[in-house]
C-alpha cells in the first residue's frame, strides 16, 4: 500500500512523494496521521535556519493521530484510540533522564527535526510518547505540544500568584505562555512589533497588557510596573536582538527564560546582568507533566483554539501554501494541516 507524505528535501523546497507502509517494532503504535500544526521550527528549517537540523527530513511534531495496529507491549493503548504525540524519544538513562528532565535527554531525537516527523499518511511511534485525549478535538490535540512548550517554560520560571511578567513575542508559544501565566495568577505583558497580533493577545488571550517593542517599550514596562518591572520575563521570539535585549524588561532579582532558540551567539553586558542577580534560564521541549496539565487545561475550555487555529488546508494543497504562512502579514497564527 502506498502512503503519501511530505518531505522537505532542501530548503526552500518541499515534495508529496509515496513510500511503503511503515514496519511496526516491538513496542511500537501503527498510527494514522489526522492533524499536524505547523509550528515555528518547521517555517525555520524551510528557511534553512533552524539549529540542529538536517535536509532531507519529514517535519511535522505537532500532531493528532489515531491507533491504526497495536502489539503486546502498547502501554494501555488501543485501537481506534484518538492519541496526542509527545514527539521527543528520549534515552531514559542519560544524567537529565535520570532526573527525570527527559526534555533534555543528552541524545534526544524530536520527531520532524532529529528523525522524521508527522506529515505522512501512517508512521509507526513508541507507544509511550502517545497518549489517549477522548475529551479532545483533533485541533485541540494538534496544539497541545505548542501549549506544553509554554507550560513547561511556567514551570520553569516557578510563576507565584500576583507576579508581574513580560512575553516577548505574540506567536503561537508565545500566545500559550500568556494564557497558562495567566491561569498561574501572573499579570501578562505582551510585547510584540505586530500590532494585529498584540490585539489578540488582548482580545482572545485576555492578556491585562500590551507593548509595542518598537515604541520605547522598556520605559513603557517601567511606568507599567512603577519602576519595579518584571519579576520573569520570556522571549518567545528566538530573534537574536529580542533575546539580547529582553533583560531590560526584567526587575531586579528576576528571572529571564529563554524559550525560542536562535542560532546565533548572544552577547549580554554582564555588569547588567550581574547587578541583578540574574537568573538566566533556557527551556526547551516539554515534559509528559506538562502534556497531562495542558490536556487537563484544553478539556475545561481553558484556551481559544477556534481563533488560534487561523489556516486550515488538505495536505495536498500544504506545499502551494507554505510560501504565505512565513509571512505575518498574511495573519496567520497556527496553520493546520489535515491528512
Keep these: 500500500m502506498a502512503l503519501k507524505y511530505i518531505v522537505c528535501e532542501k530548503p526552500g523546497k518541499f515534495a508529496l512523494l509515496e513510500k511503503d507502509e511503515p514496519d511496526t517494532k516491538a513496542g511500537e503504535v501503527l498510527v494514522k496521521i489526522k492533524k499536524v500544526g505547523i509550528c515555528g521550527t518547521d517555517l525555520h528549517a524551510y528557511a534553512g535556519n533552524q539549529a540542529f537540523f538536517s535536509y532531507p527530513r519529514i517535519l511535522g511534531h505537532e500532531l493528532a493521530a489515531e491507533v491504526l495496529e497495536v502489539g503486546d507491549d502498547n502501554h494501555g493503548i488501543a485501537v481506534g484510540d484518538k492519541v496526542v504525540v509527545m514527539p521527543y524519544l528520549s534515552c531514559g538513562k542519560c544524567v537529565a533522564c535520570r532526573q527525570g528532565k527527559t526534555n533534555c535527554c543528552s541524545c534526544i531525537q524530536v520527531l520532524g527535526v532529529h528523525t522524521d516527523g508527522g506529515m505522512q499518511e501512517m508512521v509507526s511511534l513508541p507507544a509511550d510518547i502517545l497518549i489517549p485525549a477522548p475529551a479532545l478535538t483533533?485541533?485541540?490535540?494538534?496544539?497541545?505540544?505548542?501549549?506544553?512548550?509554554?507550560?513547561?517554560?511556567?514551570?520553569?520560571?516557578?510563576?507565584?500568584?500576583?507576579?508581574?511578567?513580560?512575553?516577548?513575542?505574540?506567536?503561537?508559544?508565545?500566545?500559550?505562555?500568556?494564557?497558562?501565566?495567566?491561569?498561574?495568577?501572573?499579570?501578562?505583558?505582551?510585547?510584540?512589533?505586530?500590532?494585529?497580533?498584540?490585539?489578540?493577545?488582548?482580545?482572545?488571550?485576555?492578556?491585562d497588557i500590551t507593548v509595542n517593542a518598537s515604541e520605547d517599550a522598556v520605559a513603557t514596562v517601567e511606568e507599567l510596573t512603577n519602576g519595579d518591572f518584571a519579576t520573569a520575563v520570556f522571549d518567545a521570539t528566538g530573534h537574536k536582538g529580542a533575546l539580547e535585549s529582553g533583560i531590560n524588561y526584567m526587575a531586579h532579582g528576576g528571572r529571564y527564560v529563554l524559550v525560542g532558540l536562535s542560532k546565533a551567539d548572544l552577547v549580554f553586558n554582564h555588569p547588567t546582568i550581574h547587578a541583578k542577580e540574574t537568573t538566566l534560564m533556557c527551556s526547551r521541549n516539554a515534559t509528559m507533566q506538562d502534556f497531562k496539565h495542558v490536556i487537563s487545561v484544553l478539556e475545561t475550555g481553558g484556551f481559544p483554539v477556534d481563533s488560534f487555529v487561523t489556516h486550515r488546508v488538505q495536505y495536498t494543497e500544504m506545499i502551494d501554501r507554505f510560501d504565505s504562512w512565513v509571512d505575518p502579514g498574511t495573519g496567520v497564527i497556527k496553520a493546520m494541516v489535515d491528512f
Design 138 to 207: 483533533l485541533e485541540q490535540m494538534a496544539i497541545v505540544e505548542p501549549l506544553s512548550i509554554g507550560d513547561h517554560a511556567i514551570r520553569r520560571a516557578q510563576l507565584r500568584p500576583g507576579e508581574t511578567i513580560v512575553v516577548i513575542g505574540c506567536g503561537p508559544i508565545g500566545l500559550g505562555i500568556m494564557k497558562l501565566g495567566q491561569l498561574a495568577g501572573a499579570c501578562v505583558i505582551a510585547v510584540d512589533v505586530n500590532d494585529q497580533r498584540l490585539e489578540y493577545a488582548k482580545a482572545r488571550i485576555g492578556v
